[in-house]
């Protein structure tokens, strides 16, 4: 005999007067007098399902159901009734009344965090400790549906745009950009490094495809304890190639921005509205030169930057500039120092000490970094040496400039950095599924 076909509960609307079979998990049992009430989810919605008295089968095999129960029922679909339409935010505007109710799974023991709430209440620790149950609380499910439309609007926006994704090796034999925030790993009979960024890799792959992106995984060993670092995230790359300056690469990643912005904002309108939040404006975004920021923070807050160098509280204070001058939740600040930029940044033609190169900031928060690279073999070289490197650590990398590139520049964006500050998050480890920092390394 053939299986009857699961119904999920967003087609519930359409199968008026008809029996369906749903699947789900139970997020709140009721009873009421000889009444019974489940509110049942699946991963398109909640539906809210009525046990009567005369079904005593039902009745029994209801008995034990508590919460995140998996069952399944067969049940007949109905409009619900007009005095319970105010309730039935959550719920939808049907009913199910069951015919048959079956156990699929059970929890073993109690749950240790009550996940029916909207808003959890616990501590951090204690939210990630608990990660996996967690995360079937209705606002902790938001954060990573948002999360999932920005990747999928970022893919979409890129591929708009021509570039070809590419994805790039995460185990390397080098540290990316020198320096000491490296993971060091063991490689069969000798040391490798994780990957940093894709940064050589995605200007090798701009070489050949001329635009290229990569959604993957970043790795730095930072001792941060902070509200915006992990040490593994996913980073949203880019390289462009032909471009006639920086410019070209910032008018690149608004119009990705606002893409996103603009996707986010009409699929997860309910996702936003949990927490009271709003995509940002679709308006211009501002370009600061970093020098002339200095300028701002010292004439309107009083904020001297240490070695021109602008700091978080620095970064809170420009976006809060930004947001009464310009009516923009983002800015790009440009033309940082040659001192502070990574020794492939393209030096400003009319001044040596400064770099073609740009942060994008987001409500106080840079999530992007990027500019024009140095695409003559020559240069880049001289360039290393300034920086105390050894050219002959790099010579794969140079290798690429010495066969013939164009001029050409990228980005690396933060992609939980955007859902936390879209959604006010108090730290980024909320907008990461499994976070990894110095202190966590399970679940």
């Known amino acids: 005999m053939e299986s009857k076909k699961r119904t999920l509960i967003r087609e519930t609307p359409d199968c008026m007067g008809e029996t369906v079979r749903l699947q789900g998990w139970v997020d709140i049992r009721r009873d009421h007098g000889k009444l019974v009430f489940i509110d049942l989810r699946d991963r398109t ?8 008295p005369d079904n005593p089968g039902a009745i ?3 008995k034990d159901v508590r919460s ?3 069952i399944e029922v067969d049940g007949l679909v109905k409009e619900r009734p007009a005095k319970m339409q105010n309730d039935a935010v959550k719920t939808g505007g049907v009913e199910i009344e069951v015919v048959e109710l079956r156990i699929i799974a059970k929890p073993e023991t109690e749950l240790p965090i009550d996940v029916s709430q909207t808003d959890l209440g616990v501590n951090l620790d204690t939210l990630l400790n608990n990660r996996t149950i967690a995360l079937r609380n209705v606002k902790v499910r938001a954060v990573f549906s948002i999360y999932s439309e920005v990747l999928r609007s970022y893919d979409e926006a890129m591929r708009a745009g021509e570039f070809v994704e590419i994805k790039t090796p995460k185990i390397l ?14 490689y069969f009979d000798r040391d490798a490094f994780l990957a940093q960024s894709p940064q050589f890799y995605k200007q090798a792959g701009m070489s050949a495809f001329e635009r290229v992106f990569e959604i993957g995984t970043v790795f730095r060993a930072e001792p941060h304890f902070t509200t915006r670092h992990v040490n593994e995230y996913t980073g949203l790359d880019a390289e462009m190639g032909f471009i006639d300056g920086v410019t070209d690469v910032m008018d690149e990643l608004e119009r990705t921005m606002k893409h996103i912005f603009r996707n986010v904002g009409i699929s997860c309108e309910a996702e936003l509205s949990l927490y009271g939040e709003a995509v940002p404006g679709d308006v211009e975004i501002p370009r600061i030169r970093l020098s002339d920021a200095e300028d701002i923070l010292r004439k309107e807050y009083g904020k001297e930057l240490e070695n ?4 978080s509280e620095g970064e809170r204070m420009i976006c809060e500039y930004v947001k009464k001058e310009y009516g923009s939740d983002l800015v790009f600040l440009t033309h940082y120092p040659t001192s502070l930029r990574p020794f492939y940044s393209m030096p ?3 001044d040596a000490l400064t770099t073609e190169t740009f942060d994008l900031l987001f409500r106080g928060v840079e999530i992007a970094s990027g500019g024009q690279r140095i695409h003559d073999a020559e240069m880049l070289t001289g360039n290393i040496r300034k920086f105390g490197l050894d050219p002959s650590d790099f010579s794969d990398y140079i290798d690429i400039f010495r066969y013939g ?6 980005w690396g964006l933060g992609s939980e950095r955007i859902v936390q500050k879209m959604l006010t998050l108090g730290s980024i480890k909320e907008a990461v599924l499994y976070p990894r920092d110095v ?3 399970a679940p």
């Open 68 to 70: 995140e129960f998996l």
């Open 348 to 350: 400003s033609p009319d």
């Open 308 to 311: 021109h160098d602008i700091d």
């Open 173 to 186: 034999g080098s540290a990316t950009e020198g320096g000491a925030n490296f993971f060091k790993i063991k």
């Open 439 to 441: 202190k966590r390394l």
């Open 60 to 62: 029994e095999a209801a």
């Open 405 to 410: 590139a164009p001029p050409h520049g990228g």
């Open 45 to 52: 919605g909640e539906v809210q399902l009525i046990i009567l």
